[in-house]
């Protein structure tokens, strides 16, 4: 009886890593950058509960079918959840842009500059396509954020503010200069861009 439990909890486990796995595919990079110690944390949560169930399964089975669990459970003991250094030290210059008090506006456009020129340097949202992708993507997650999560819409309205503002900027500094066709490209293909993943 136990192990049919914990095989119906494993399965429930499963759709939880598969829904992180579809958020962080639908997230921009840099919102992904600042809320990622929550996502490390649902997923250190979903391999301690697989090890859970596993182990309960592998008591209740076949010696044959036992040995394959065990594998699986020396994966998934040995399994870290981090973030690389450039992710971290993205993440890390957002946040303290966010929980700054500027004195004055010549101030916080300095800040939020440096900043997202850092944390797109980063994530490598370097060229004016990755921009414009990831343009897109906040937009996409804005459109389908719940009026009721304020906090997750300031934020996401914020992110996509710093790139507008900014975006063409930090472009121009990592990759040249950038002229009007361009922009008037870059309108079009960000116009599609969106268009595209709300068919999907």
């Known amino acids: 009886m136990l192990a049919v439990q914990a095989l119906c909890s494993l399965n429930f486990t499963?759709?939880?890593?598969?829904?992180?796995?579809?958020?962080?595919?639908?997230?921009?990079?840099?919102?992904?950058?600042?809320?990622?110690?929550?996502?490390?944390?649902?997923?250190?949560?979903?391999r301690n509960a697989f090890?859970?169930?596993?182990?309960?399964?592998?008591?209740?089975?076949?010696?044959?079918?036992?040995?394959?669990?065990?594998?699986?459970l020396h994966d998934l003991r040995g399994t870290e959840f981090s973030l690389e250094f450039a992710e971290d030290e993205a993440r890390k210059v957002l946040l303290s842009l966010l929980e700054k008090n500027f004195p004055d506006s010549a101030s916080v456009q300095k800040e939020e500059l440096e900043a997202i020129q850092i944390a797109t340097s980063r994530l490598e949202i370097k060229s004016p396509f990755s921009l414009l992708v990831e343009k897109a993507t906040l937009k996409k997650q804005l459109e389908e954020v719940s009026e009721e999560n304020l906090k997750q819409k300031e934020l996401l309205q914020y992110l996509l503010y710093l790139l507008v503002k900014h975006g063409k900027s930090n472009c121009q500094f990592q990759n040249g200069s950038h002229s009007p066709k361009h922009e008037c490209h870059d309108q079009s293909l960000e116009h599609e861009l969106v268009v595209d993943e709300s068919s999907q």
Do not use: D, F, M, W
């Open 14 to 46: 499963l759709a939880e890593a598969k829904s992180i796995i579809k958020h962080c595919s639908k997230c921009s990079k840099l919102y992904l950058a600042i809320t990622s110690h929550k996502i490390l944390s649902r997923c250190q949560k979903v």
């Open 51 to 72: 090890e859970l169930y596993l182990v309960q399964i592998q008591n209740a089975v076949p010696i044959p079918l036992a040995g394959k669990i065990s594998a699986i």
